[in-house]
């Protein structure tokens, strides 16, 4: 007589997996995982400190969007006149993220047991697997835009809160305009740009996101590359500009500044000074001698050209128009509960949808979500703040999953809870 034990089959079937990734066994240790997770805690501690300096955007451009932020410790906190100038390293949450989504890969591989018994277990841990990959994708591709409508007027382009380009423009034609925009990215890096729509070659000498400005008395008080400027609103108002760091905070009024000169096959055609307003080329606010900053003409063989720095667009397929706008405010404040803004989609084909944008009921179209983000009574103007997300679904589809899990692993324990219990007064 003799007897065999044969392993379960969840247990053989774990045992092949460890021997075929046995690589993936030491990136799944938990001690891994608890010092990831702590590390998360001190990260989301500093960046919670840091947003009262530099806002929240500022904290999570620096400290969430980033593989390392460097942190100083408050001058106000106790020992802070001597810790403060130390640098102190503080993974990002890229780092952190990408890390914990390995950890979590690899437990999730080589050791969680695929069976009736675990499966809750296992939908848990994908489903956050899920939301660690959604959030990565979503800071890395997600695009943050604003929308400002007049009242009884249509906008068809967005805005980027961050980032600027150079707007060339044709306006030869009273019917048509043709524009050449020149993004960020390449007056960042300098030198000689050139294109077959321009007639004329552009000459970066400086640029900055953030400026502080202000008009002198003579030429020779102007500092830096303002010195050159000897054309349009820079010279004729002597304007003067001090590059600064650009300011992330809620609060912040970055004036983005271009220095650039214009020249062809004949020579050069002057250096211009472009200031990018934060408000949408309002500059008819700051002094009536910038008004001309959103429009400094240039005219060259025959044909006039404008030109002006402002914040990036992107052009839509469709346009909105705002039909009518309405705030509630709490009684006897002026605190605002709601605000509202009724408008007009209109697509191609003469096709058209209306809305109703109001707080935490945002319009979702074409791939993009606009929230209700600011409005003016007075002036008769709403501004959407604009998502593109294309990873929008993941959390709730991971949330989902996350549900199931748990539903399944608590029914299953319960089913053979009830099952014993009725066994036993049986």
Not at 191 to 199: E, Q, V
Not at 279 to 285: D, T, V
Not at 296 to 303: D, F, L, M, T, V
Not at 405 to 415: A, M, P
């Amino acid at each position: 007589m003799s007897s065999e034990s044969k392993p379960k089959k969840g247990k053989s079937s774990l045992a092949k997996r460890r021997a075929l990734f046995s690589w993936l066994i030491p990136l799944a240790n938990l001690r891994i995982t608890l010092a990831l997770l702590s590390f998360s805690m001190v990260l989301i501690f500093v960046a919670t400190l840091e947003q009262v300096e530099i806002g929240i955007r500022g904290a999570q451009a620096k400290y969430f969007e980033s593989l390392l932020g460097i942190w100083h410790y408050p001058e106000q906190f106790w020992g802070g006149e001597f810790l403060n100038p130390v640098p102190i390293p503080i993974p990002g949450g890229w780092l952190l993220g990408g890390l914990l989504i390995i950890n979590l890969t690899a437990a999730y591989v080589t050791r969680f047991q695929w069976t009736v018994k675990k499966f809750g277990i296992q939908l848990i841990h994908l489903g956050i697997i899920m939301l660690l990959v959604g959030q990565l994708v979503t800071q890395a591709i997600q695009e943050e835009s604003r929308m400002q409508i007049n009242k009884g007027e249509s906008s068809n382009y967005i805005e980027r809160f961050h980032g600027v380009e150079l707007a060339l423009t044709d306006v030869t034609d009273p019917s048509r305009e043709t524009v050449v925009s020149i993004p960020q990215e390449l007056l960042e890096k300098g030198g000689s740009i050139s294109s077959g729509d321009l007639p004329f070659e552009v000459t970066v000498k400086s640029f900055g996101p953030n400026c502080d400005f202000d008009a002198v008395s003579s030429k020779d008080q102007r500092e830096g590359s303002s010195k050159e400027v000897d054309q349009g609103v820079g010279h004729s108002a002597n304007l003067s500009i001090k590059p600064k760091s650009e300011d992330y905070s809620s609060e912040a009024m970055n004036f983005g500044h271009l220095v650039f000169e214009l020249s062809d096959e004949t020579g050069s055609l002057g250096t211009w000074l472009a200031l990018a307003h934060p408000a949408g080329n309002h500059w008819w606010k700051e002094s009536p001698k910038l008004a001309d900053l959103a429009f400094q003409p240039i005219r060259h063989k025959g044909k006039l050209w404008g030109v002006t720095l402002r914040a990036k667009r992107e052009y839509l397929p469709y346009s909105i128009e705002l039909l009518g706008i309405a705030n509630e405010f709490y009684q006897g404040t002026e605190t605002p509960f709601n605000f509202e803004s009724d408008i007009m989609i209109k697509m191609e084909g003469n096709e058209t949808r209306r809305a109703l944008v109001y707080m935490n009921t945002p319009l979702r179209h074409d791939g993009k979500t606009f929230y209700q983000f600011q409005m003016n009574n007075a002036a008769d103007y709403t501004v959407f703040q604009v998502i593109r997300n294309p990873s929008w679904l993941v959390p709730y589809l991971a949330c989902i999953i996350v549900s199931i899990g748990l539903l399944w692993q608590f029914g299953f324990h319960l089913v053979r809870f009830l099952r014993k219990n009725s066994l036993q007064k049986a």
